[in-house]
């Protein structure tokens, strides 16, 4: 898998090669499930039950580095943060700041495409309660990093949505870009800002969960604030 993850040439290929991914039996196992036995008011789709590859342009200055899919979301219509109400506020967040054509996200042919963003997440495939391994997390790290490189050449910032995106990323410094990580690590936290030599900037946003959407712990405002603030440190007008 780390082999071929390190060959593919492109954002194409990459794609095509995670979703035939079954490097991690208990995440293999669970997803597969969850699309037998789905969620009743899906009961008459056909669920994708396999990874679910990034989303975006090759020439992306913006990446959003996620968990991992929802086990109804995108583990049902095969498209990151698509078909489910994480997706809802991310998608109209990215819309109101020009980064997407539309509001929504429902499913893998609605049209969406996104400006200057490529959306992927830390593990590929839909785990139990929304927690992915250590294991899980190494194991799949090979794909999160090809991708990061792919998009090199543009990359300029990433927003972690989550302390499990945040601390996801240090490891790709070294394995991308050849940089000792900072140490201390720099604490996740919402508007966390750090940047380094060379690197893209890291920004902290609190997960698009709906249970911080729903409590008010992350607002459209605040979506809003980092996204602007991401689009001025990447460049994108
Ligand atoms: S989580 Fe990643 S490494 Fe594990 S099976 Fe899914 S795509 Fe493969």
Not at 157 to 165: I, K, P
Not at 181 to 206: D, I, N, Q
């Amino acid at each position: 898998m780390v082999a071929r993850a390190a060959r593919a040439a492109d954002l194409a290929d990459l794609d095509g090669a995670v979703s035939d991914c079954f490097a991690c039996p208990r995440l293999v196992a669970w997803r597969e499930e969850v699309a037998r036995v789905k969620r009743a008011a899906f009961r008459d789709q056909d669920y994708w039950g396999r990874p679910v590859p990034g989303l975006g342009p090759q020439d992306a200055r913006i990446a959003i580095l996620g968990l991992a899919p929802a086990a109804h979301g995108g583990n049902r219509t095969g498209r990151i943060f698509t078909g489910d109400r994480s997706g809802d506020v991310l998608f109209a967040a990215l819309h109101r700041a020009g980064l997407a054509n539309q509001p929504t996200s429902v499913a893998a042919d609605d049209g969406l495409t996104l400006r200057d963003t490529r959306i992927f997440a830390a593990v590929r495939c839909a785990p139990p309660d929304n927690k992915p391994t250590p294991a899980e997390r190494d194991t799949c790290a090979p794909w999160l990093h090809r991708e990061v490189e792919l998009i090199r050449p543009t990359l300029r910032v990433v927003v972690a949505l989550g302390a499990f995106a945040w601390a996801a990323w240090w490891p790709v410094l070294r394995q991308v870009y050849g940089q000792r990580p900072p140490t201390p690590r720099p604490v996740f936290g919402h508007g966390a800002h750090w940047s380094g030599e060379s690197v893209p900037a890291l920004l902290g946003c609190y997960h698009v969960s709906q249970q911080n959407t729903f409590t008010g712990r992350l607002t459209p405002a605040m979506l809003d604030d980092v996204f602007t603030r991401a689009k001025d440190l990447a460049g994108v007008g």
